[in-house]
């Protein structure tokens, strides 16, 4: 049998701890031990936090583990991929790593190739910052965090010292990103690698509270989008893959479509996304079992990337839907609308200030003649966060 650990326990690691365990796999999970739901459903489960690398080194030799995996978390990645290649376990590459955990190291490595990204600076405080030169709006965010946490727009100088220590205040380093604000529409794109290959299986729309922390609010599938910009996205995000040293395995990349038709890479992680945009959406819009080829990636599986076949429904679309109190739910219950889920998040205190504060969460399928009327709702909520 073999042996998955996986790092994390959060709502977001128990659809890959109930996949790995429906497919047989003897699942070891790894967490603080908070009273997480993925501590109950797992074969074993570790009191240890997943950044205890050496611990879970340790116990991963004594286990004889067969893979290590995680989704939807920069954090935990950093640990699968150390201890993976500690263990001789397939793992992506150090490098690969450092670009896709590291938002100042990524965005190096994508300028020197040429891909579209947006201007940007690290600093350390506002005395690294000449006023003069910069042009507002910016964006502040710290440079190794996930879940839209520490972010803020600023428009003006004096609005930047509070974002640089609200961006620190939530990062394990000092070093804070400022960038250049790219106003369009954004997406996410979710894929799957295999002997350095990529293959996208789905583009997703995001919605978020927008200004000043821009925190996700809805994701949709299937994006609202041309074929002329699915082949300009896809040609784009293979090139950003290639160049951030992706072998194997999920990637979920953020990218903005501009005004003026082109695109902007936001960031890419070398990881499933979260907010079920991975382990809900894609499997429900397309048929991918996303989850199962993570995990056989994870066990050095290569992946027949033209066996997977994408089968949409053209009458219906899923959707991630986040209310951030008690006032939003009108969406579950509106014509055309199947609700699977709504669950309340206990780390909700009446104040969202990342994604994992937010109230509650709901899985959608939506009639598309009925879709108009709930992309409304849910920009009506934007605007009154």
Known sequence: MNKIAIIGANEFQTDLILKANTLGYETHVFSWGGGEPGEDIANYFY???ITEKEKILEKCREIKISAICS???????ITVHWVARELGLKALSKSCIEYTTDKFLMRKQLLKNSLPIPRFNLVKNINDIVEDECNFPLIVKPIDRSGSRGITKVNSFKEIEKAITYSQSVSFTDNVLIEEYISGRE????TISSLGKHKILQVTEKFTSGYPNYIETA????ARITNNEYKLIENVI?????????EFGPSHSEIKLKEDGNISIIEIGSRMGGDFIGAFLVESHTGIDYLSL???SSLGKNIDLNSIKVKENNNISSLVYYQFDESFKKINTRPGVQSLSYTLNKHYNGSVLSSNER?????LLVRNDNLNDIITII???????
Do not use: G, Y
């Open 47 to 49: 009191k240890i936090s």
């Open 219 to 222: 994701h949709l599938a299937p």
């Open 187 to 190: 997406f996410s794109v979710e």
């Open 71 to 77: 989704i939807a978390s920069d954090l935990a990645n």
């Open 359 to 363: 109230f509650s969460c709901s899985k």
């Open 294 to 296: 993570t995990l056989l």
């Open 238 to 246: 293979i090139k950003a893959l290639n160049s951030l040293d992706v």
């Open 379 to 385: 920009k009506e909520q934007n605007k009154s966060i």
